[in-house]
Nanobody
Framework: QVQLVESGGGLVQPGGSLRLSCAAS????????IGWFRQAPGKEREGVSC????????YYLDSVKGRFTISRDNRKKAVYLQMNSLKPEDTAVYYC??????????????????WGQGTQVTVSS
């Protein structure tokens, strides 16, 4: 059974940092691309970052470039999103998603059939 479980969200002040984790089970992470998405109230879901399994390539949303870093530990079956210099506009529910057996990442949610339940990130003073 495919399962993705996010953790690490919370309340942080502007300029602070959080590290989100996505624990993967039920499929082979080393062969799968993983994406991080977010959805703020009243806004559409957007692709924040993704990690390809084939060549290690990554994608970042323009607004998070230089602040967020995606990484993976295939042995631990986990993918991480390090978020630094957080801004109030980063407030959203963050989801990890998997393209099982597809090595190339995509910025589009419809390319990901498997999703976690999400973790809330709130950036506020």
């Amino acid at each position: 059974q495919v399962q993705l479980v996010e953790s690490g969200g919370g309340l942080v002040q502007p300029g602070g940092s959080l590290r989100l984790s996505c624990a993967a089970s039920g499929f082979t992470l080393v062969y799968s691309a993983i994406g991080w998405f977010r959805q703020a109230p009243g806004k559409e879901r957007e692709g924040v970052s993704c990690s390809s399994s084939s060549d290690g390539s990554t994608y970042y949303l323009d607004s998070v470039k230089g602040r967020f870093t995606i990484s993976r530990d295939n042995r631990k079956k986990a993918v991480y999103l390090q978020m630094n210099s957080l801004k109030p506009e980063d407030t959203a529910v963050y989801y990890c998603a998997a393209r099982i057996a597809h090595s190339r990442c995509s910025r589009y949610g419809y390319d990901y059939p498997s999703w976690g339940q999400g973790t809330q990130v709130t950036v506020s003073s």
